[in-house]
C-alpha cells in the first residue's frame, strides 16, 4: 500500500490552475439557472467560483479580503514607538565617542608641560560639562550636537554620518523619484536642490493663478528629479502631495510626545534656513492644492522595531494598500479590473495576490481564446461553441440522473430489424438480417457437438446481433412562458431540457429536426442561442389553440416520419391572440378551441405529447382529454425531473419494431 506524506502548502507547491473549460463548465450551469452572461460574469469578477474539477478561481473579493489581511498583519507587527530609538542608539555612540576621545587626548597630553596640560584639562572639563547636559530627547539632543565643537574626529564623522542620512532619508520622503539622483549630500547638491525647490514653489503658485507656461521648462530643467510619466502640472503636483503625505501619516501615526521629538528633530535638520523656509512653502503650496492628501495616523499595535527609514517606507506602503483598496471598490463596482495594477498588488500584499489579480483579469481573455464568447459593442456575448457547450452541458446533468436510476418503464424492450445494430444477440430466424455474432455462434456450436473436428456448424448455431428499427422524428417543442411558468424554476427547467434535447439530437441524431418555440398569448418560433436571452419573454397568458397551430404548420413542411409536439406547461389555455380575457367562460371556450386543434394535430399524423408541471384536478381532467382524442401521452412531472422524462421518452419512442 503507497505511503503519502502531507505538509503545510508554502506557497512553492505547484497548484494546478483552472483552465477555459473549468470557467464554460460553470457558465454552462449558470447559465442553464437565469440565462444573463452579463451576471454571470459579473459573479466570477467579483466572487470568483469553486469549479467541479476542484480548481478554484478567485474573485474581487478575495483580493480585497486578502489586502484587508496585509494591512492588519502590518498593524500588528510593528510598533512606532521605537522610531527614534535607533537614532537614539547612534547618538549615544557619538556621545561615547567623543568622551572616549578626550580621555584619550588627557592620556597623550601627560608628558607634556604643565601649562598646556592645564589648558587642555579646561577644554576636556567644558566638553565633559556640555555632553553630561546634553537633553534627553533625540530632537533635542540632536540640535545641541549640532552646535557642539567635537574633539574628536571620529566622533564628528559618525554624527556627520547621521545627520546626512537623515537628510537625505526626508528628502527622498519628500521627493519620491530622488534616491537615483541625490547620491551624496554635498553642499553643490544641496545647493542645487534648493534652487529646485525653489523653482517648484514658483511653477505651484503660478498654476494656482491658471498659468503653467513655465513648466515645460521646469522639465527641461529639473526632469531628472523625478519619475518618468509625469507632463502636466497636475501629475507632478498631485506625485509631490502624496509623497510629502507619507511624514504627516508618520507623524499621526505617533503619540503626541513622539511626534513632538521628531518634529524638534526635523527643524533646523538643513543648516540653511533658507532652505528649510523653501520646503515649509513647498508644503503649504501642495496644502492648498490637494487639502485632501495629508496623511492618515495609523494604529500600529505590535513589537518589531523600525528605523526612521522603514518606518516613512511603510507609511508609504499602508497609503499604497489603501489606494489599491479603492481602486479594487471601484472595480467591484464598474465590473471592470483591467487597470489593476498586479505588480504593486504583489509588491504590497504579496505573490500570492499577485498571481489572483492575474488570474481575476484574465479568466474573460481565456474564455475568448477558447471561442466561448465574443465582443458585441461593450458587453459579451456566447458563440456557437458556447451554446454547444451549453447544450451538452445540459445533456450530461440530465443522463446523469437517468443513470442513477429513473423509472424503469423507459427500458427498451421491443426489437425489430433496421439500421442500429445494439449489443445484444439472438438466434438467427429466417429473414433476420445476417449481422453475424462469429464468436457465439461457434460456442453455439460447441456446445453442441462437443469437443473434436472438425466443428459442423448448422443454422441453428446462428447468433445474429438485434438491431433497431429507427423513424426519422420531427419534433417541435411547446415552452409556456405564462406568469406562473416563471416560478419554482419551471420555465428554466423547460429552457434546459429543450437545450439538452438540441445536442442529443445533433450529437446523436442528426436525420432528426427539432424546432423550438415559446408562447404565452402569441407564439414565438427561437433559435438555439435564444434560449440563452430572457429579452423576449412576454408572460401574458396561455395560448394553448394558437401554439398547437403553429406547430402544426411547422410540422407541415416535413413530409413523412414520425412528427410530434411536446407541449411542456402547467395551466390552462385562457387568453389568446384572439382576445379572450381571463375568466370563467372565456376558459370552457379556450378549452374547446384547444380540443378543436388536438383533432387537426391527429388527422395530421402528429402526436401531441404534454408534460404537466402541476396537478391542479381540473387541468388534469383536460390535459387527459387532449391525450385521449390524440393518442399521445401526458407526463406529470416536477421540474426538476423534467428533463429525464423526456430524454428517456424521446429515445424509446424513436425505436419501432419491425
Known sequence: MPLYRYSRWDGTQAVEPFTAGDLMDYVADRMLEDGDLRSILRELLQRGAQFDTNRRMPGLRDLLEQLRRRRQQQLQRYNLGSVMDDIKERLDKVVETEKAGIERRLQDAASQDNELRQMLENIASKHRQQLDQLPDGVGARMQALRDYDFLDQDARRQFDELLNELRQQILESYFQGLKQSLGAMTPEMMSQLQQMVRDLNELLEQHRRGDDSGFQQFMDKWSQYFPPGIEKPDQLARHLAQSMAQMQSLLDSMTPEMRQELEQMLEGMFQ??????????????????????????????????????????????????????????????????????????????????RKMAEEIQEFTRMLEEAGFIQRKGKDWTLTPRALRKIGERALDDIFGRIDRGLAGEHTLTRYGWGVERLDETKRYAFGDAFALDAQTSVMNALRREGKGVPLRITPDDFEVYRTSSINQCTTVIMLDMSYSMLYRGRFQAGRKVALALDSLIRSKFPRDELHVAAFSYFVLPLEAHQLMETYWIDPRGTDFPEALRQGRNMLAKRKGGT????????????????????????????????????????????????????TEPVMTRFIRTMAKINQGRVFFADPSRLGEYLIVDYVKNRRRAA
Not at 320 to 348: F, P
Not at 601 to 608: A, E, H, L, M, Y
Request: some cysteine.
Open 563 to 614: 412528427k410530434q409536439i411536446i407541449l411542456i406547461t402547467d395551466g390552462e389555455p385562457h387568453a389568446n391572440s384572439a382576445g379572450w380575457n381571463v375568466g370563467p367562460w372565456s376558459m370552457r371556450e379556450a378549452m374547446e378551441e384547444t380540443l378543436r386543434e388536438v383533432q387537426r394535430c391527429s388527422r395530421d399524423g402528429i402526436t401531441v405529447n404534454t408534460f404537466m408541471l402541476d
Open 272 to 353: 540653511d534656513a533658507g532652505f528649510q523656509r523653501d520646503l515649509a512653502r513647498l508644503m503649504a503650496n501642495l496644502d492648498r492644492l490637494f487639502p485632501d492628501e495629508r496623511g492618515e495616523g495609523q494604529p500600529f499595535e505590535g513589537d518589531d522595531p523600525l528605523t526612521l527609514q522603514e518606518a516613512m517606507r511603510l507609511m508609504g506602503d499602508m497609503k499604497g494598500l489603501d489606494e489599491l483598496e479603492q481602486e479594487l471598490v471601484e472595480a467591484m463596482r464598474t465590473n471592470d479590473a483591467s487597470q489593476l495594477d498586479s505588480g504593486e498588488i504583489g509588491r504590497l500584499v504579496g505573490e500570492e495576490a
